[in-house]
C-alpha cells in the first residue's frame, strides 16, 4: 500500500523542538513545515493526502485546489481553521483534539484571575524598582481582592469550563455556569444561569465556548455594559467571541476592573492594535494551551487520530 504523504504547515506551534514527529513520520511520508503563510498553503499540499495545521487557514478556495486530500487533523480543539462544510462536500475528513489542553487552559484563566485581583506581576516589578525599600509602610496601591465568596460566570462547561469550575470551587467561590448541561446533572456548587443572567450577577466572567457563527461576538456591547462595575472579563478561548471595539470603551470609562485577555481576533497583534493600549487590559500570548504536557497529549492524539484514519475508523471526526 502506498505510504500516505503527510504535511505539516505549522508544526512549530506544537512542537517547538522538546518532541518528537517519529511517530508520526512511521505513518506516512512526513513533510514538516514550522510556519506555512497563506500564499504558501496550496503550493506545499499539493498531491498530499493528510494535512495537519494549528492556525493556518484551509478556506474554501484552498481546498478546491487539492484533488488529492482526503484528511485534515486540526492541531487543536477549535476548528474555525477550516472550512468544515467545504470539506464534507468534497469527501474530506476533519478530525480535531479534544480536551488535550483542559487543565493547561483552565490554569491560565485562573492565573489571569489571581494576578487581577492580588497583581502579583505589578508587585514584583514595584519591588524590583525599589519602591518597597523607599516606602515607610507598604507600597499597596492597587486594592487585593479575596475570590472567597465571589462570583465566578462560566460561560460554557466543556472540559475547560469544568476544570476551571472545580478550582474556583476549591477557592470557595460561587460559580455559575451558562451551558447546556441540565442543572439537576451540575456537580454539587455549580449553579446554571441564562446568558443574560450570568453577566449581570458575576463579579468575574470566563469565557469558554468554541468560535462559530452562534457564538461570535457572544460578549456584546449589551453583555459588557450589564455586568457590575468593576467585573472582570477573562477570554482563554477566541477572540471573536467578544465585541472588542465595546470592551475597550467598557475598559476606558471603567465600567469594568479589567479584562484578562489569552485571545484576542487580530494574532498576532498589529502594533496599533487598540487593546494592547486599552486601559487594564492584561494580554498574553495565546500560551494557555502550550504547557509541555498538553502539547505532548496533542501530538499523541494527533497520531492516533491518523492511525485511526489509516485503518478506516476514523475518530474525532467534525465533519
Known amino acids: 500500500m502506498k505510504r500516505p504523504r503527510i504535511v505539516v504547515l505549522d508544526g512549530y506551534a506544537g512542537n517547538p523542538g522538546d518532541l518528537s514527529w517519529e511517530p508520526m513520520e512511521a505513518l506516512g511520508n512526513l513533510t514538516v513545515y514550522p510556519r506555512t503563510a497563506a500564499e504558501q498553503t496550496i503550493a506545499r499540499c499539493t498531491n498530499a493526502?493528510?494535512?495537519?495545521?494549528?492556525?493556518?487557514?484551509?478556506?474554501?478556495?484552498?481546498?478546491?485546489?487539492?484533488?488529492?486530500?482526503?484528511?485534515?487533523?486540526?492541531?487543536?480543539?477549535?476548528?474555525?481553521?477550516?472550512?468544515?462544510?467545504?470539506?464534507?462536500?468534497?469527501?474530506?475528513?476533519?478530525?480535531?483534539?479534544?480536551?488535550?489542553?483542559?487543565?493547561?487552559?483552565?490554569?491560565?484563566?485562573?492565573?489571569h484571575l489571581l494576578n487581577a485581583t492580588t497583581h502579583v506581576a505589578h508587585y514584583v516589578r514595584q519591588v524590583r524598582d525599589g519602591q518597597w525599600q523607599n516606602h515607610p509602610d507598604y507600597p499597596c496601591d492597587r486594592p487585593i481582592v479575596e475570590l472567597a465568596g465571589k462570583r465566578l460566570g462560566i460561560v460554557g462547561l466543556g472540559h475547560i469550563g469544568m476544570s476551571l469550575a472545580y478550582m474556583a470551587l476549591g477557592l470557595q467561590m460561587q460559580v455559575l455556569a451558562y451551558t447546556s448541561k441540565p442543572a439537576t446533572l451540575l456537580p454539587k456548587g455549580i449553579e446554571k444561569r441564562e446568558l443574560d443572567a450570568l453577566f449581570r450577577e458575576s463579579d468575574f466572567v470566563s469565557l469558554h465556548c468554541p468560535l462559530c457563527p452562534e457564538t461570535a461576538g457572544i460578549v456584546s456591547r449589551e453583555r459588557l455594559f450589564s455586568m457590575k462595575k468593576g467585573a472582570i472579563l477573562i477570554n482563554t478561548s477566541r477572540g471573536g467571541l467578544i465585541d472588542e471595539a465595546a470592551l475597550i470603551d467598557a475598559l476606558e470609562c471603567e465600567h469594568l476592573g479589567a479584562a484578562c485577555l489569552d485571545a484576542i481576533t487580530e494574532e498576532p497583534p498589529s502594533a496599533t492594535n487598540p487593546l494592547l493600549h486599552a486601559k487594564h487590559c492584561l494580554i498574553t500570548p495565546h500560551i494557555g494551551w502550550t504547557s509541555r504536557e498538553a502539547r505532548q497529549r496533542l501530538m499523541d492524539v494527533s497520531v492516533a487520530n491518523l492511525q485511526a484514519f489509516l485503518e478506516g475508523h476514523p475518530q474525532n471526526v467534525v465533519s
Not at 484552498?62 to 469527501?91: K, M, W, Y
Open 49 to 111: 493526502d493528510i494535512v495537519m495545521t494549528n492556525k493556518v487557514r484551509l478556506d474554501a478556495n484552498v481546498l478546491s485546489a487539492l484533488p488529492s486530500l482526503r484528511f485534515i487533523n486540526v492541531l487543536a480543539t477549535g476548528v474555525n481553521v477550516v472550512d468544515v462544510a467545504e470539506a464534507r462536500q468534497r469527501g474530506i475528513v476533519v478530525s480535531n483534539v479534544p480536551a488535550y489542553s483542559s487543565q493547561a487552559v483552565a490554569q491560565m484563566a485562573l492565573a
